[in-house]
């Protein structure tokens, strides 16, 4: 995770002044990773720190902050009424619109205790934009350091019905996914939608496959079987990183018998996972819902246990 511009951006333009609450540094066990952080204004907020008692104090901290920034040490025990036995650092930033303009698009270093900026932070950002990696959130030599995050996994949902709905209502908090949203018209969406995602009305959805990135990730839960079939025919030819089907075995096993005459061999076919989901939770919407996150976030955590031993 990083530091997430867009969500800062959309949270000042909606609710105007802005505390952003990072965990800068920790010690010991802690709720939540260097990092992690949460957003407030004065009648609400998003995101989380974690901890429970600690989220509130800091939530409540920040609606009365009158300086720009402020660093607060927090030992995590009975004083907060909890047993992590660590404690954490945080620093909390007001931001208005002006403010976020001003942020960096790759990397966000600022100085937290004054002084110019030292070597080590010269050198994460040197390599940051010369090489192209991003160093970890971290409090350095009195700068808090912070890539601008980007999501990793282009995911497309092909239906705004409500298994559609609810999947996206699951996982578009989650940070890693940038979602495209696709149905056949305008009507077919919830009137509020939330941020990070695109919604993109076609009257002909299948036309827009060949624009999806080929390391994309897909799951198909049209209305409709032909347009469903028809999706997955252009999957096929277009290349993703995963494609899931919404349905039976019955569903899949006519959809195989289609596609084998489409061009399409027995072993690209078996690509496409179907049915999605866990089937076992049941076939309540938010019930399949879960079941696929769960299923996505264990595909990425598998291939990433698989680089680690290739390495």
């Known amino acids: ?20 609450v990072v965990i ?15 957003l407030v204004w004065e009648n609400g907020q998003s995101g989380t720190i974690g901890g429970g008692t600690l989220e509130y104090q800091a939530a409540e901290a920040a609606r009365r902050q009158m300086v720009p920034a402020r660093l607060s040490q927090h030992a995590l025990g009975p004083d907060l009424g909890q047993c992590c036995g660590g404690a954490v650092t945080l620093l909390s930033e007001v931001y208005d619109l002006a403010a976020v303009g001003a942020l960096d698009e790759t ?38 350091v912070e890539p601008v995050h980007k999501p990793g996994r282009a995911l497309w949902i092909w239906g705004a019905g409500h298994v559609g709905r609810a999947l996206v209502g699951v996982l578009s908090p989650l940070p890693d996914f ?23 009305p076609a009257a002909k959805p299948a036309e827009l496959v060949r624009h999806a990135p080929r390391d994309a990730e897909h799951l198909v839960l049209t209305f409709s079987h032909n347009l469903d079939l028809e999706l997955c025919n ?22 195989r018998s289609r596609l084998a005459p489409l061009g399409h061999p027995p072993g690209r076919i078996g690509r496409i996972t179907c049915p999605i989901g866990d089937p ?10 879960v079941g696929v996150a769960a299923e996505l976030l264990r ?13």
């Open 107 to 144: 990397v966000v270093a600022r100085a937290v205790s004054g002084g110019g900026m030292p070597l080590t932070v010269k050198r994460l950002l040197a390599r940051a934009r010369g090489q192209g990696l991003p160093p970890e959130p971290q409090l350095i030599d009195g700068w808090m």
């Open 280 to 289: 076992s939770l049941g076939k309540h919407p938010q019930m399949i819902a």
């Open 24 to 38: 800068a540094a920790i010690r010991g066990s802690s709720p939540r990773e260097v990092g992690a952080a949460m």
């Open 299 to 311: 595909h990425a955590r598998q291939n990433e246990q698989k680089k680690d031993l290739s390495a």
């Open 234 to 255: 252009r999957l096929l030819s277009h290349d993703f990183r995963f494609a899931g089907l919404i349905g039976s075995a019955t569903k899949w096993a006519r959809f």
């Open 178 to 200: 940038a979602i495209t949203w696709v149905d056949t018209g305008p009507e077919r969406f919830p009137d509020a939608v939330p941020g990070g995602v695109t919604v993109v």
């Open 1 to 20: 995770m990083g530091f997430d511009r867009e969500t800062l951006r959309e949270a000042v333009e909606t609710h105007g002044r802005v505390v952003r």
